[in-house]
Nanobody
Framework: VQLVESGGGLVQAGGSLRLSCAAS????????IGWFRQAPGKQRKLVAR???????NYTDSVKGRFTISRDNAKNTVYLQMKSLKPEDTAVYYC?????????WGQGTQVTVSS
């Protein structure tokens, strides 16, 4: 299993970014995928999750600003982030739970300047 995030960067408050998580090594369309984030000195927390059927859920702080989606043909999950705030600054990780194992990507840094 491999999860590779990309798309992070430095953006001003109010700006947008789209993160990608390219997956391989498993039957992609059978599994839910999550996006987590970890700010300096804080715990890693779930941001958004998408099921194999396309159902989504979000943590309250990003509802209405972030959208998670998946392209099963490309084995990729996206996180579209709009109206970014300085408190969104964190390393963002892609996550898979499969057969009682957990898999994480290497993370991509998102920095939002005020």
């Amino acid at each position: 299993v491999q999860l590779v995030e990309s798309g992070g960067g430095l953006v001003q408050a109010g700006g947008s970014l789209r993160l990608s998580c390219a997956a391989s090594g498993f039957t992609f369309d059978e599994y839910a995928i999550g996006w987590f984030r970890q700010a300096p000195g804080k715990q890693r927390k779930l941001v958004a999750r998408i099921t194999s059927g396309g159902s989504t859920n979000y943590t309250d702080s990003v509802k209405g600003r972030f959208t998670i989606s998946r392209d099963n043909a490309k084995n990729t999950v996206y996180l579209q982030m709009k109206s970014l705030k300085p408190e969104d600054t964190a390393v963002y990780y892609c996550y898979l739970s499969k057969m009682k194992n957990e898999y994480w990507g290497q993370g991509t840094q998102v920095t939002v300047s005020s």
